[in-house]
């Protein structure tokens, strides 16, 4: 079975002694459980596994009985390395991060030898938790969608598929039937995340806007829309604080969020108008009822397409670096991607057929504020292809 880069990572961090509780959490689907269940085979200790995402409703008290059983694992076991707890889904429990504590707690101070790995499909409200009470217990291993490479290497998707198919492995299997895979995308990916992985865990007064916020996302995706524009859009309008709360609860679910216009003002920067993104393009396919080959045959649409799979590229790249991710533009003139890391700027030109060989909006921002470097994919840069086998360190 394939593993992903990320394997080796999470197997440094519980080999020998380790004193933090290991934390992974990313979006639904993406093979956070089979990265677990991986490395628990290979470290070869005694492990219990439990997922608190089922028909019934679990309470800390879940927590405690699952936590015993891997007590009594570690105290049996005749290794150095005591045993492993794999507790997955762990947002689903109310005030889950006090009772780990207190277990997490308990442990160190009789010395038990108990490794734990929890696993949450919220970035937003597992990093929540580890902030409110496990400060200083935990180490996160943030988990993005699946980069090109990745699934080239294992399903072999070619670019054009992975552009129009997006990287979500169990989907994978499924396009060649289109209509089946569309259907897994939004039944089982789309629904799942907004239904149980944002509502349920929390209070959203406004689930018709949410859903309303999530399609305008996915179908003006790659465009800049103001607060007010998208209140325009919606027939069930809420205010500014709302919309920018709920783009907020959709990106930590990892399926569409909103880049910051650059500006070395911090406040104009938090103020400034989204560039709507989505996280995985499968998301937007699924829901454009275009097939592949027609797609492909529509230039404007498959531009911006490709442009969509870059923006995901990036921001799902830099998960778990120093690195932010932002457009710019003034008036008329805009810079598709702009990458911080400390003091140095990196500027992401998309070149397509629609933009042409205006340069104008690039020549602005290198006046403005003199990046570091500047990158050109597409046409007369480097191709698309390589950019996205490349990583966040080559573009600074």
């Not at 902030?131 to 180490?139: D, I, K, N, T, V």
């Not at 209509?179 to 944002?198: G, Q």
């Not at 490709?306 to 990036?314: D, K, M, N, P, Q």
Request: proline share 3%; hydrophobic share 40%; charged share 20%.
């Amino acid at each position: 079975m394939y593993k992903r880069p990320l394997y080796k990572k999470v197997i440094q961090r519980l080999e020998g002694t380790n004193p933090f509780i290991q934390v992974l959490a990313g979006p639904r689907q993406i093979g956070k459980t089979t990265l677990a269940h991986q490395a628990r085979q290979a470290l070869s200790l005694p492990s219990h596994y439990a997922s608190a995402d089922g028909s019934l409703l679990r309470d800390t008290a879940w927590i405690e009985a699952e936590w015993e059983k891997g007590r009594i694992l570690a105290q049996r076991s005749e290794g150095p390395f005591g045993a492993l707890l794999i507790l997955d889904e762990i947002q689903k429990i109310p005030n889950w991060s006090d009772t780990v504590k207190k277990l997490w707690d308990e442990d160190v101070a009789t010395g038990l030898n108990l490794k734990v790995m929890i696993l949450g499909s919220s970035s937003l409200l597992i990093q929540t938790g580890l902030g409110e009470s496990l400060a200083g217990r935990c180490e996160l291993i943030p988990i993005a969608h699946w980069s090109f490479s990745e699934c080239q290497e294992a399903f072999g998707l070619t670019l054009e598929q992975y552009i129009y198919f997006g990287g979500y492995p169990a989907a994978a299997i499924l396009i060649q039937d289109e209509e089946r895979w569309a259907r897994y995308i939004v039944d089982s990916l789309i629904e799942t995340s907004i239904s149980r992985d944002v509502m349920l865990m929390t209070r959203v007064y406004k689930p018709a806007l949410l859903r309303r916020i999530f399609e305008i996302g996915c179908h003006y995706t790659g465009h800049v829309l103001s607060y007010q524009k998208m209140l325009g859009q919606l027939q069930d309008a809420g205010n500014v604080a709302t919309l920018a709360h709920y783009l907020e609860l959709l990106s930590g679910v990892g399926l569409v969020t909103g880049l910051q216009k650059f500006s070395p003002d911090f406040l104009r920067q938090k103020a400034s108008s989204p560039k709507l993104q989505v996280l995985n393009t499968a998301l937007t396919s699924a829901q454009h009822h275009l097939s592949f080959g027609n797609t492909k045959k529509n230039q404007t649409r498959w531009e911006k397409l490709v442009e969509s799979t870059i923006g995901a590229h990036l921001m799902n790249s830099i998960v778990g670096t120093n690195m932010e991710v932002f457009y710019w533009k003034e008036g008329t003139n805009v810079v598709d991607f702009i990458i911080r890391k400390d003091e140095n700027l990196t500027v992401i030109e998309v070149n397509n057929t629609q933009k042409g060989k205006n340069a104008r909006g690039l020549e602005v921002f290198i006046q403005k504020f003199q990046p570091t470097k500047t990158i050109f994919v597409g046409e007369g840069g480097i191709s698309v292809e390589e950019f996205l086998r490349s990583s966040p360190d080559s573009w600074m």
